[in-house]
């Protein structure tokens, strides 16, 4: 009986400690993520440095006042250019992005949304401007896009 107790109160710990991690990703945004349902997520960090991506698709049509709320502050849609290279790829001043970041973490072309752009760079002034993260030799940003049309949440994270 003591065993089932144990084992249980260790699950309860576990489950509500992995909330509140998922969760700490987020309070540079302002987004919380609890009670919405996960459509998709993956996490490529590993290594000596921990470099990698990480991207999450919630559905949020569970509660789409809760998110709206949530993003009113945000920049409303499309990127910045300098975002844009980087999501999608394309060319500046003669010299073509071919990250394209958006495929590999299945983020589509939102119309009607807005994003947040948090820059996690050691050399980092404004965490919230990305008008230098093209002149950099590494990368370490995170970008969350809300789709007003369809309620979905998407958040990308970037470590080099």
């Known amino acids: 009986m003591k065993h089932k107790i144990l084992l249980f109160a260790l699950a309860f710990c576990l489950l509500f400690s992995s909330c509140g991690i998922l969760n700490e990703k987020f309070n540079a945004l302002g987004f919380d993520v609890t009670g919405y349902n996960i459509i998709e997520e993956k996490d490529s960090h590993g290594g000596f440095h921990g470099d990698g991506t990480y991207y999450l698709i919630l ?39 071919e990250f394209n970041f958006a495929e590999k973490s299945h983020f589509p072309v939102i119309e009607n949304g807005v994003y947040k752009f948090y820059d996690r760079h ?27 049309d369809n309620n979905i949440f998407y958040y990308f994270e970037l470590d080099t």
């Open 59 to 97: 559905d949020c049509s569970s509660n789409p006042q809760k998110a709206r709320n949530m993003v009113g502050d945000w920049t409303p849609l499309p990127l910045s250019e300098n975002l844009n290279l980087v999501m999608y790829g394309g060319e500046k001043d003669g010299t073509y992005y």
């Open 122 to 148: 050691s050399e980092v002034i404004d965490p919230f401007d990305d008008s230098l993260i093209l002149n950099r030799y590494s990368y370490n940003f995170s970008l969350a896009m809300y789709d007003f």
